[in-house]
Each structure stands twice: as structure tokens, then as C-alpha cells.
């Protein structure tokens, strides 16, 4: 189908760019991602937005140490619409609101905080830092917070130089699945 065809593609001539900061490639931190999505019993529209949070860092041409030049990139609002043109907002909330969900964990979960990378302490300033009290309890209240936070933990793990992971086409069949679910649905 269209999505995994145009995904597969922009993996195939983009996934190879950094991941802002990290040791590892825009492709191997989707994989990573996706695949710690399977190990924690997600279904399948968490996993395809674990695989496919960043896809908005393919889409553009900004370069990799954008958050180092002090600006915020804002990868996950281009990421959105290229997702809600395939798929349901099972796939494209959480997508969307994973770095809103960094702000709240670094509200609600100091050790969470304390455990960002580097690259990610940085971002979290230029995202607007940690969430206050009222912003927590608002987001923790909006449909696909909870998916948002999960998503945000895989990714957060999915960093690991040299990690062997099951590679895209190993997703194809759940993209598929995701993309006819949501041509069928009534708009
Ligand atoms: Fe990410």
C-alpha cells in the first residue's frame, strides 16, 4: 500500500542522517523504537507510531545539529501531517504529542529527568522545558496521553549504537493494516 511504500522510501534514501545528538541513525532509532513497542505488548497503531514518531526528521533537509544552533526543528508537527494523511489518530496522537510527553515525564518523574541524554536535555529546553503542575494534569487528561508517554520511553531506549533489530519490511503488514483500517473508516 501507499504508506509503506513511501515509508519504506524515505527510510531507504533518508534513515541513514544522525539522530540529532545520538550515536545512532535516524533509522536504526525507528527500529529501536518500534521494536521495544513489540517487546512491551503495544498494538499494532502504537507500534507503527513507535516506528514512524520521527518521520518528520525525513521529511525536511534541516541540518543534523539543528538543536545545537538553538532552534527547535519541530519535527513532530511536519511528522503529523504526513501520518494523518495514511492513518488514524491512533497512529498520529501519539506520534505527535511524544515530545509534549518528555515535558510531562520530566514533570511528574525526576528520575525520568535525570536520565536524558545530553542531545535530549538540550531539545528539552528549546521544547520549552518541563511541563508546571496544571500543564501536567491538562495533558495527562487528553485522549492518547497515556500511548504519548509509552511511545516516549521506547523512545528514549532506542539509542543503542549497533543494536540488532528487525528491519522495515518487518512492519509492512501491520502498516498495511493500519492504513486500510483507516481509508474504510467513515470521515
Ligand atoms: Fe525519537
Sequence with gaps: MEAYR????LFAVRGGDAYYGEAVSQREHALQCADEAVRDGAPDALVAAALLHDIGHLLHQLPEDIAEQGVDARHEAAGEAFLRRYFGPEVSEPARLHVEAKRYLCAVDPRYRAALSPASVRSLELQGGA???????AFAARPFADDAVRLRRWDDAAKVVGKAVPEI????????RMERQNSARPK
Excluded at 131 to 137: C, I, L, V, W, Y
Design 6 to 9: 513511501t515509508i519504506a522510501a
Design 169 to 176: 519490511d518487518a512492519y509492512q503488514e501491520i502498516l498495511d
Design 131 to 137: 511541563m508546571d503542575a496544571d500543564q501536567a494534569r
